[in-house]
DNA sequence: AGGAGTTTGTGAACGTGAGAACAAAATCGA
DNA sequence: TCGATTTTGTTCTCACGTTCACAAACTCCT
């Protein structure tokens, strides 16, 4: 997914091999919940933190987020833990948030609208410069304090802008076209909430966030919950009947 | 997070096993991938495919998708294929989807509405009974085809529908809150949009969707992208300059 | 100054997941 | 019926991620 920049030099320092291999994926998804816990604690007026006050209030490992945060560099203090203000901006910046990214949503039906409203972008250093619909009876039409532009105008917003990242919610009949063209007007990173399988180039980066997928997940736990509490007798019998041996504990 | 409920019984049979143990998260969390697109061939009329085919739709490795499948047992034919109609059945009825998913929706702001009037949902098996807002001037308020309703019957919804999942969209401050009441109310399953960490009792699951999480992730990406294409010695300066010694290959 | 107490950073062990590779099982044509 | 061909199901290996456990490094108190 991420563009592969294999290790071309050999070279001491962790910092240094930081650079070249990047930080790891699943370290890379939690460092914005750090940030976020940080936030927090630093708005309550707290100054210094534990790996372990950390922990908790991230909802993770204490040693798994020691093990993350070693990844930026050694910003701890052995014997009193970290200084919060000076390791969200570490964090802040390692993320890329210490600059601006202008966003272009496509698609303003349901979701595009929330998305377009939504206050949480803007508080993390993300600017929706554009709002694009296919439809033009939507264009003109006005959302948040920004007006819907015509999906013909796509290539000049982003060039104007100068935007990298691009949020598709269409239906998802049209995400991989409107993929296609964000990708093909120099978008290089996209958000896609349409329930499609986007196929891009190398270099480019897509993140997916389909809400019935995460749902279905949620109900194939409730069924085994269902099913271990008790209905393990009727499912086995539902299920065709291959050994209804129940182990009587 | 799932109910840790470890081996009892020792017996041959890997579907035997299945039972028990369950299938992988990551296998989980790829099946209803693999449902839409069955889906999707099944509307284009298709009867038969082969894994290559499935893997190609869903864009995923081929080996992975067999290797997914053979977790729910054996039901393609080497030689042919899978029966496009007969693994949707399965896999449907491995999620849980071959039941209907009451679902209640706490906090109707923006993306409350949006998720109200999701399609996708419905479609899916999912069935949004009830919105439950805390603003009682919200309440009574028309929503797609639902009311909103009181948050203090919240309670009586649950039982009534017997609800075991429950949406929150509500602002990060009030989620614990509601979280809490939703699980003393009975649900056990709970997909959280607000940006807060969730504390839940074992045997509650939660999954949470952040969406400014996911445009940080890209904005990692997209600075690593911008570094490595020509920035790296600039970047090199601002970081303080470790050593500056550029490979030039 | 020195010892007791904290807390970080990391090495090592473990578990899970991904992908290559191949034997087993099916179809098809002669 | 038999060999050629296709495609599944599974084994094996490797990479990645998580957790434990502990030495190193810092503070604080006497």
């Known amino acids: 997914?991420?563009?592969?920049?294999?290790?071309?030099?050999?070279?001491?320092?962790a910092r240094e091999d930081r650079v070249e291999r990047g930080i790891p994926e699943a370290t890379v998804a939690r460092l914005p919940l750090y940030l976020r816990t940080l936030t927090a604690l630093s708005e309550r007026g707290i100054a210094t933190a534990s790996s372990e006050d950390l922990a908790t209030s991230a909802g993770v490992n204490s040693a798994k987020l020691r093990k993350d945060l070693s990844y930026l560099g050694s910003y701890g203090t052995r014997g009193v833990g970290y200084d919060v203000e000076y390791l969200r901006y570490q964090i802040a910046r390692e993320i890329g948030l210490t600059q601006d990214w202008p966003v272009v949503i496509v698609g303003i039906g349901n979701l595009g609208h929330a998305l377009a409203n939504y206050s949480g972008f803007a508080s993390r250093g993300f600017r929706v410069v554009s709002l694009v619909d296919t439809d033009p009876k939507r264009v003109g039409?006005?959302?948040?304090?920004?007006?819907?532009?015509?999906?013909?105008?796509?290539?000049?917003?982003?060039d104007e802008h100068r935007v990298a990242i691009g949020v598709i919610a269409t239906p998802a009949g049209a995400a991989q076209q409107v993929c296609d063209d964000l990708v093909a007007a120099g978008v290089t990173s996209i958000l896609n909430f349409a329930a499609a399988v986007l196929s891009v180039p190398d270099g480019v980066d897509v993140r997916k966030v389909d809400l019935s997928i995460e749902l279905q997940i949620l109900a194939y736990h409730e069924q085994r919950k269902a099913l271990a509490a008790g209905g393990a007798a009727a499912a086995a019998l539902e299920d065709g009947v291959e050994a209804l041996e129940v182990d009587t504990a």
Chains 1, 2 share one sequence.
Do not use: F, H, K, W
């Open 1 to 13: 997914m991420t563009s592969s920049t294999p290790s071309r030099s050999r070279r001491n320092g």
């Open 141 to 158: 039409e006005t959302v948040g304090d920004l007006q819907i532009e015509a999906y013909a105008t796509l290539q000049q917003i982003i």
